[in-house]
């Protein structure tokens, strides 16, 4: 394999607020070479998706940016992107040993409802086409408790602490092969094909809820702009785009 792109220059924080905010810093004062990272032992003011924040212990867990350049995508076809990077992340926990599925639109959880990983996508747009992507992770690797019920970690699943440094360089290798494979013309059916397989709820009725509802609902498809497709467990079909739909722990119907 070629030498990969991610992860080839990294800038190793000890304390910063977040790692998406000091990589879009970066990147308006200097021209960064695509594939570089930056990486914190902490987070004084880490993010989820807008409106969350993201918990995590200083030295416990994989808190990282990746800055890629995906040109050859339009704002349209961003979630081919989000698809790209769940996989990655899903290679990357699975080669443990891990039982785990991206569950829509940016985590990554196991059947129990217990969230392993949250992915952060910062996209600029120039034009019609994407001019560059922050690709913001948290992994939970070696942390034993949290706050938040849901969440989880690798060391918890497997009952073993693990170096970051591996866990690190092993989301690398992941995100580039996939990467690279996003750059591949007719690559993209089969891309969706298997984030659809590998997806939370799919074809597979899970407790969920949006404003009006809470019950079963089984995913049906994703359509290219990331908005949700299913259906209610009295046939009623819906779409959802992000924050529209929760999904549930077993325990919460």
Not at 6 to 33: H, M, Y
Not at 159 to 176: F, H, I, M, N, T
């Amino acid at each position: 394999m070629s030498q990969l792109i991610i992860g080839s220059a990294v800038l190793r924080c000890k304390e910063l607020n977040s790692t998406n905010e000091q990589l879009r810093g970066l990147l308006r004062e200097s021209i960064l070479p695509e594939g570089y990272a930056v990486t914190s032992t902490y987070q004084r003011l880490g993010r989820g998706q807008p409106g969350t924040s993201w918990e995590a212990a200083a030295g416990q867990n994989l808190l990282v940016s990746v800055f890629l350049r995906p040109r050859f995508l339009t704002p349209g076809q961003s979630f081919f992107l989000n698809m790209s990077v769940c996989l990655a992340v899903h290679d990357c926990l699975t080669s443990y040993g891990l039982a785990v599925w991206p569950k829509w639109p940016n985590d990554l959880w196991d059947q129990q409802g217990r969230k392993f990983a949250g992915i952060l996508i910062e996209n600029q747009v120039q034009g019609v086409r994407i001019e560059s992507s922050i690709i913001g992770l948290g992994l939970n690797v070696n942390q034993a408790q949290f706050d938040a019920p849901q969440a989880y970690s690798m060391a918890r699943a497997l009952g073993k602490e693990l170096p970051l440094s591996e866990v690190e360089a092993r989301y690398y290798q992941c995100l580039d092969s996939r990467y690279r494979s996003l750059q591949v013309p007719g690559q993209w059916a089969a891309l969706k094909e298997e984030y659809l397989a590998k997806l939370y709820a799919y074809q597979n009725p899970v407790p969920a809820a949006d404003k009006s509802r809470r019950g079963h609902f089984r995913i049906t498809g994703v359509a290219d702009n990331g908005r949700l497709q299913g259906i209610w467990e009295d046939g009623k079909q819906a779409t959802y785009a992000f924050k529209e739909i929760r999904f549930l722990r077993p325990t919460e119907l």
